[in-house]
Nanobody
Framework: QVQFVESGGGLVQPGGSLKLSCTDT????????MGWYRQTPAKSRSMVAT???????DYAKSVKGRFTISKDNAKKTMFLQMNNLKPEDTGVYYC?????????????WGQGTQVTVSS
């Protein structure tokens, strides 16, 4: 069963940093490309960053150079280091296997973790 648990969000001032974590309670973590996705009230979920089996990474243009995705396969945990945060980074962050993202709301999303960037 696919299930992920996100943590690490919070309230931070512009320019600050946060590190998000995602734990895979199942067994697909090291097999599939994994991603972080952000949802805001005005928009559906959008891709923030992905990391493949070979640790190849991809980033949304808006976060490139500020965010870093990484993972620890042994601990089945994925991270998103977010630096120089901006108010537009605010949203609920979810992790998901990339191949499930096209399912939209039907994918087995976790509870997500709220990130709020505000002064």
């Amino acid at each position: 069963q696919v299930q992920f648990v996100e943590s690490g969000g919070g309230l931070v001032q512009p320019g600050g940093s946060l590190k998000l974590s995602c734990t895979d309670t199942g067994s697909i973590f090291s097999v599939y490309t994994m991603g972080w996705y952000r949802q805001t009230p005005a928009k559906s979920r959008s891709m923030v960053a992905t990391i493949g089996r070979n640790n190849n990474t991809d980033y949304a243009k808006s976060v490139k150079g500020r965010f870093t995705i990484s993972k620890d396969n042994a601990k089945k945990t994925m991270f998103l280091q977010m630096n120089n945060l901006k108010p537009e980074d605010t949203g609920v962050y979810y992790c998901m296997a990339d191949y499930l993202w096209p399912l939209g709301d039907s994918a087995p999303w976790g509870q997500g973790t709220q990130v709020t960037v505000s002064s």
